[in-house]
């Protein structure tokens, strides 16, 4: 949409068949019924391109009302003039929905009594509603999530919702009711909201060198800290005191207390030490961080609609699971996800079965880029990790019969076990991937930041836990049997009693439940193409 106001006018001004003197409500609303038979609307032309869906909404819109102008009443232009200003608070920008054209016919009453106005301000009202609730973009083409045949994608609707009739007396009610509910979408606004009004502050770069580890001195601390307290991270009487000590290049206790309270806000390991993945993060400038904001907003608005009441959701980047009954999170835990270079999908699917004391078979990739080398290596690794060689009927082979240079066409299978890469618990669900959550022996990862340590699948910390979240509708003898199989050490696939939807997202910004921004490093480069693609809708 272009953001060309005053030129807009002139043309319309030119161009438009009805005149903007005061006009009978009887003649504006004949006036709307003409311009909306049309293929192409003339008012809008050329400065506002309308889709073929953008005319239907607006045919639609105006149908349900008896093509009744809308906005010739004042108070109604002065308040879709304040909601769009106030869409600034959501990350969209007011200008891409005509707001100082509106702002300008808004004072002037025979203007707003004119067909034109009445549509243009109508479009900007529909286009409004519908990017709070759906995003900017359509999030297919820019970051796509993968989705079952029972779970599939939530399609944008073709027609106005009815509360943009409804609420035409209380624009702000419309607006509210169209913004996401979802409670990460508000809580990030919120923060949003109060940091776009604050100038842009200045934040010192740090150079690169070598760890800067707790005690040692380096030239570098006093730039570290003036970082810090220019983010709140060290206070100023922190900071005058360095200032005054005889050796200011030694990093400090008060100093190290600081940096592991900024690690922790960016998912970082809060060591205190200072390497290549902190330095990083501490050289994101302040307007970065703000279009980090953005974009995080515009997928939230995507998430609000693909969350469920009761679910299991994912979040990818920052590594960990939650269960939600009735919109509400009730559970919470750390996961393992997977690395840059593997990374785990973005879907959405049904948790239909369970496999309790899974078998692991090695993936292709993992096979030929982990497990080969060790074997080559070593091959009583085999025997230690209890990993059997199979042929591709699922007949055992002998392994010191294979060539291991230039290895047949072989599967490779680890037996069930506490120990094994999958622990006692697999949870399944139909997707292309290959991927599930699951156990994993390797608890002691869960300490670790970031947590990207698998190929794809997802480790989940605390599976009992979930395990009996998911069996929450089945009947205590169901539980106690199911309870039994695992026990006994056997393999056997179980039947969730009611499927349970999974969503597995990416976004790098959070809001705790103190009010505090979380920072996420973006491991897979999602952030900038998501900003590109919100610059360009931006430029239109």
């Given at each position: 949409m272009s953001k060309k106001h005053t030129p807009w006018l002139a043309i319309l001004l030119l161009t438009s068949p009805f005149s903007f003197a005061a006009t009978p409500d009887g003649a504006v609303r004949e006036a709307i019924g003409l311009e909306l038979q049309q293929a192409n609307l003339v008012c809008p032309a050329p400065e506002l391109a309308l889709s073929e869906t953008q005319r239907q909404a607006l045919r639609e819109f105006y149908r349900a009302q008896d093509f009744e102008p809308v906005w010739s009443r004042r108070h109604r232009l002065q308040q879709l003039v304040e909601q769009l200003e106030q869409l600034a608070d959501d990350g969209l920008d007011p200008d891409d929905y005509q707001l100082a054209t509106l702002r300008n016919l808004a004072r002037d009453r025979a203007a707003r009594a004119s067909a034109c106005t009445d549509l243009l301000a109508s479009h900007a009202y529909l286009q409004a509603l519908q990017d709070l609730a759906w995003g900017k973009l359509d999030p297919t083409p820019v970051e796509p999530i993968w989705h079952s045949a029972h779970t599939p994608a939530p399609v944008r609707p073709l027609v106005p919702p009815s509360f943009a009739r409804e609420e035409l007396d209380d624009l702000a009610a419309a607006f509210d009711r169209a913004r996401p509910q979802f409670k990460p979408y508000r809580d990030l606004r919120e923060v949003w909201a109060q940091l776009r009004r604050q100038p842009l502050p200045s934040?010192?770069?740090?150079?690169?060198?070598?760890?800067?580890?707790?005690?040692?001195?380096?030239?570098?601390?006093?730039?570290?800290?003036?970082?810090?307290?220019?983010?709140?991270?060290?206070?100023?009487?922190?900071?005058?005191a360095m200032v005054r000590q005889e050796d200011a290049t030694r990093y400090e206790p008060w100093l190290e207390s600081a940096v592991e309270t900024f690690q922790r806000r960016h998912h970082l390991q809060s060591d205190g030490v200072v390497g290549p993945a902190t330095l990083a993060e501490l050289n994101i400038g302040p307007a970065a961080r703000r279009d980090q904001l953005r974009v995080n907003l515009e997928r939230l608005r995507w998430l609000a609609r693909e969350a469920e009441p009761r679910m299991v959701l994912v979040d990818v980047a920052g590594a960990t699971v939650s269960y939600y009954r009735d919109h509400q999170r009730v559970w919470q835990a750390r996961t393992q996800v997977g690395r840059a270079e593997r990374p785990t999908p973005l879907l959405k699917s049904h948790i239909t079965h369970l496999t309790l004391n899974p078998t692991w078979t090695v993936p292709p990739t993992i096979f030929r880029e982990d497990k080969l080398p060790e074997i080559r290596r070593d091959l009583g690794y085999l025997a230690e990790n209890r990993i059997r060689v199979?042929?591709?009927?699922?007949?055992?082979?002998?392994?010191?019969?294979?060539?291991?240079?230039?290895?047949?066409?072989?599967?490779?299978?680890?037996?069930?076990?506490?120990?094994?890469?999958?622990?006692?618990?697999?949870?399944?669900?139909?997707?292309?991937?290959?991927?599930?959550?699951?156990?994993?022996?390797?608890?002691?990862?869960?300490?670790?930041?970031?947590?990207?340590?698998?190929?794809?699948c997802v480790r989940v910390e605390q599976v009992a836990r979930l395990l009996d979240l998911l069996l929450a509708d089945a009947p205590p003898a169901e539980r106690a049997r199911i309870a039994a199989l695992q026990a006994s050490g056997e393999t056997r696939n179980v039947n969730l009693p009611q499927p349970v939807t999974i969503l597995m997202a990416y976004w790098t910004v959070e809001v705790d439940d103190e009010g505090l921004v979380n920072y996420r490093p973006d491991l897979y480069r999602h952030d900038a193409p998501l900003l590109a693609a919100l610059e360009r809708a931006e430029r239109g």
């Amino acid at each position: 949409m272009s953001k060309k106001h005053t030129p807009w006018l002139a043309i319309l001004l030119l161009t438009s068949p009805f005149s903007f003197a005061a006009t009978p409500d009887g003649a504006v609303r004949e006036a709307i019924g003409l311009e909306l038979q049309q293929a192409n609307l003339v008012c809008p032309a050329p400065e506002l391109a309308l889709s073929e869906t953008q005319r239907q909404a607006l045919r639609e819109f105006y149908r349900a009302q008896d093509f009744e102008p809308v906005w010739s009443r004042r108070h109604r232009l002065q308040q879709l003039v304040e909601q769009l200003e106030q869409l600034a608070d959501d990350g969209l920008d007011p200008d891409d929905y005509q707001l100082a054209t509106l702002r300008n016919l808004a004072r002037d009453r025979a203007a707003r009594a004119s067909a034109c106005t009445d549509l243009l301000a109508s479009h900007a009202y529909l286009q409004a509603l519908q990017d709070l609730a759906w995003g900017k973009l359509d999030p297919t083409p820019v970051e796509p999530i993968w989705h079952s045949a029972h779970t599939p994608a939530p399609v944008r609707p073709l027609v106005p919702p009815s509360f943009a009739r409804e609420e035409l007396d209380d624009l702000a009610a419309a607006f509210d009711r169209a913004r996401p509910q979802f409670k990460p979408y508000r809580d990030l606004r919120e923060v949003w909201a109060q940091l776009r009004r604050q100038p842009l502050p200045s934040w010192e770069r740090i150079a690169s060198g070598r760890l800067l580890r707790p005690g040692q001195q380096d030239e570098r601390v006093p730039a570290l800290a003036r970082r810090l307290a220019a983010e709140g991270y060290l206070d100023e009487a922190s900071l005058e005191a360095m200032v005054r000590q005889e050796d200011a290049t030694r990093y400090e206790p008060w100093l190290e207390s600081a940096v592991e309270t900024f690690q922790r806000r960016h998912h970082l390991q809060s060591d205190g030490v200072v390497g290549p993945a902190t330095l990083a993060e501490l050289n994101i400038g302040p307007a970065a961080r703000r279009d980090q904001l953005r974009v995080n907003l515009e997928r939230l608005r995507w998430l609000a609609r693909e969350a469920e009441p009761r679910m299991v959701l994912v979040d990818v980047a920052g590594a960990t699971v939650s269960y939600y009954r009735d919109h509400q999170r009730v559970w919470q835990a750390r996961t393992q996800v997977g690395r840059a270079e593997r990374p785990t999908p973005l879907l959405k699917s049904h948790i239909t079965h369970l496999t309790l004391n899974p078998t692991w078979t090695v993936p292709p990739t993992i096979f030929r880029e982990d497990k080969l080398p060790e074997i080559r290596r070593d091959l009583g690794y085999l025997a230690e990790n209890r990993i059997r060689v199979l042929d591709p009927d699922g007949n055992q082979l002998d392994p010191r019969q294979i060539d291991w240079n230039n290895p047949p066409s072989i599967l490779l299978r680890q037996d069930a076990g506490p120990t094994s890469a999958l622990g006692v618990l697999a949870i399944r669900f139909p997707n292309p991937f290959s991927v599930y959550l699951h156990d994993t022996p390797n608890q002691h990862l869960f300490d670790k930041l970031p947590r990207v340590f698998s190929s794809g699948c997802v480790r989940v910390e605390q599976v009992a836990r979930l395990l009996d979240l998911l069996l929450a509708d089945a009947p205590p003898a169901e539980r106690a049997r199911i309870a039994a199989l695992q026990a006994s050490g056997e393999t056997r696939n179980v039947n969730l009693p009611q499927p349970v939807t999974i969503l597995m997202a990416y976004w790098t910004v959070e809001v705790d439940d103190e009010g505090l921004v979380n920072y996420r490093p973006d491991l897979y480069r999602h952030d900038a193409p998501l900003l590109a693609a919100l610059e360009r809708a931006e430029r239109g």
